[in-house]
């Protein structure tokens, strides 16, 4: 199947993309819906007893995850600098550093009285 040069400018795009920072606000989001789901139920009022139902068992999984899940979103969200604004971060294109890069920034440096 052969793509489209739209196709493959849209593929390169998603490269081009903070990867840590998109991971971050999805596993964020994961774990809003994690909470959610371990909020609607209520423990008291769980049919333990019952050999059929597997709520407990899932309710467990899920809070036995928790930690990690939380430390890795701390984790990304420090290494990737995440500032709240997601498509911003997301979108961030970091800067190359070149030769040319470098020479323009001591460039600007010489012109500023230290």
Do not use: C
């Not at 609607?40 to 467990?60: E, M, Q």
């Not at 809070?63 to 990690?68: M, R, V």
Request: glycine share 4%; no cysteine; net charge negative.
């Amino acid at each position: 199947m052969a793509e489209t040069v739209d196709e493959l400018r849209e593929r390169l795009k998603k490269y081009e993309e903070n990867g840590v920072a998109k991971l971050y606000y999805s596993l964020n989001r994961k774990a809003w819906e994690m909470a959610d789901l371990m909020n609607a139920h209520n423990l008291r009022t769980l049919d333990i007893d019952d050999p059929k139902s597997k709520t407990f068992d899932r309710l467990k999984v899920i809070w036995q995850d928790a930690s990690s899940l939380a430390t890795a979103v701390k984790t990304l969200g420090e290494a990737s600098g995440i500032t709240g604004d997601e498509e911003k971060d997301v979108l961030k294109i970091k800067k190359v550093t070149t030769p040319e890069s470098m020479a323009q920034e001591i460039g600007d440096y010489k012109t500023q009285n230290v």
